[in-house]
T-cell receptor, first 111, second 115 residues
């Protein structure tokens, strides 16, 4: 079946790197996404990676994809208080137009 | 910047009332979606549309209904609100078939409370 798993909480000290992990089950995924949700707001697309890529970097964000293990991670370098939010991993499936979301990881920044 | 707009942002309403949550996008996207987000953060797809006059039910059964008379507009209606409908409702859109896996763009949501 289709499933996207994430840990629910992560605490990181300000200035450290945050690594949010995600696993998915459907090998027909074509795109994998990371969304950020701040309090009281909708989801904002942070970055995405095509399934034939291993890595994508965009400023402080690095996405790593291990297709063999069906594992996706988002690394945020130099974590700041403004990074405090819920981060959703999502995959789009090749066979239909579905996008499957994980349950979200709440990132808490320690001073 | 927000190219997809939801109104109202917050709504408190009594049981039995009829309500319509509005969603409009200015990006010319064919696909539009409604998600319900519970307090535990998980997103549930309740309705989606591939274009004008197209509406489909999502993965989570919902007593709400939707319509798609214009490309830019995808309102959601509850004929008789109940406390179990209390939730955050998120509208989203994405580009058309030629960009099949284009990402979703979300509105800021409507937080509905039914008393």
């Amino acid at each position: 079946g289709e499933d996207v798993e994430q840990s629910l909480f992560l605490s990181v000290r300000e200035g450290d790197s945050s690594v949010i992990n995600c696993t998915y089950t459907d090998s027909s995924s074509t795109y994998l996404y990371w969304y950020k949700q701040e309090p009281g707001a909708g989801l904002q697309l942070l970055t995405y990676i095509f399934s034939n890529m291993d890595m994508k970097q965009d400023q402080r964000l690095t996405v790593l994809l291990n297709k063999k293990d069906k594992h996706l991670s988002l690394r945020i370098a130099d974590t700041q208080t403004g990074d405090s939010a819920i981060y959703f991993c999502a995959e789009s499936l090749n066979r239909d137009d579905k996008i499957i979301f994980g349950k979200g990881t709440r990132l808490h920044i320690l001073p | 910047e927000a190219d997809i707009y939801q109104t109202p942002r917050y709504l408190v309403i009594g049981t039995g009332k009829k309500i319509t949550l509005e969603c409009s996008q200015t990006m010319g996207h064919d696909k539009m979606y409604w998600y319900q987000q519970d307090p535990g953060m998980e997103l549930h797809l309740i309705h989606y549309s591939y274009g004008v006059n197209s509406t489909e039910k999502g993965d989570l059964s919902s007593e709400s209904t939707v319509s798609r008379i214009r490309t830019e507009h995808f309102p959601l209606t509850l004929e008789s609100a109940r406390p179990s409908h209390t939730s955050q409702y998120l509208c989203a859109s994405s580009e058309s078939e030629k960009m099949r896996h284009s990402p979703l763009h979300f509105g800021n949501g409507t937080r509905l409370t039914v008393t």
